[in-house]
């Protein structure tokens, strides 16, 4: 059942984008606390329209979000499915849009037949997406759940996207 909605504009120098980062009692927490990304609100920008359903929606989504007279295009940063809002950034350079921190699905088939220490410790890899440009990263695997923590800012659509993983020094 679709479900109008508001959309919400946060704007790109939000406080949200300079947090300090809280002190990490383990790499566990650090992983798991980045990779739920941010918890954005009503009150963290301005409604600039409504949607007909989030569930049309995707991370980076730019086509069909159907608010006209920006600057910039407007791209999805976050959904909200409990309180069917939809967040919007204006950008291709938006914050709001890249993560160093990923959660793997669990669609993915991950057999390197390696410990799970070794997981826990985090593990070199490099990450052929499909658009070609590998990226390196660690991969971790914590409470049976996969990780990739990037050395540099990657797009949110990651999560969506075919992904390789390769062992360096393999």
């Known amino acids: 059942m679709k479900k109008k909605g508001q959309i919400v504009e946060i704007p790109p120098v939000s406080d949200l984008y300079n947090t300090e980062l809280p002190e990490f009692h ?5 992983i798991l606390w980045k990779s739920a990304g941010i918890a954005y609100s009503l ?3 301005f ?3 409504e949607h007909q359903g989030i569930e049309n929606f995707r991370l ?8 006209g007279g920006k600057k910039e295009p407007l791209y999805v940063i976050g959904i909200d499915n ?3 809002r939809l967040f919007v950034g204006a950008g291709d350079s938006h914050p709001g849009l890249f993560t160093k921190v990923i959660r793997l699905t669990g669609d993915e088939h991950i057999d390197f037949n390696i410990s799970d220490e070794t997981f826990q410790n985090g593990l070199d890899v490099e990450i052929a997406v499909n658009e070609g440009k590998d990226v390196r990263a660690q991969l971790y695997k914590i409470d049976g759940m996969y990780f990739l923590e990037f050395e540099e800012k990657v797009p949110i659509t990651f999560e969506d996207h075919i992904i390789k993983i390769k062992l360096n020094n393999r």
């Open 43 to 45: 009150f963290d920008g």
């Open 60 to 67: 980076g989504q730019r086509k069909g979000i159907n608010v």
């Open 26 to 30: 383990s790499k566990r927490d650090e």
């Open 47 to 49: 409604i600039v329209g």
């Open 82 to 84: 409990k309180e069917n």
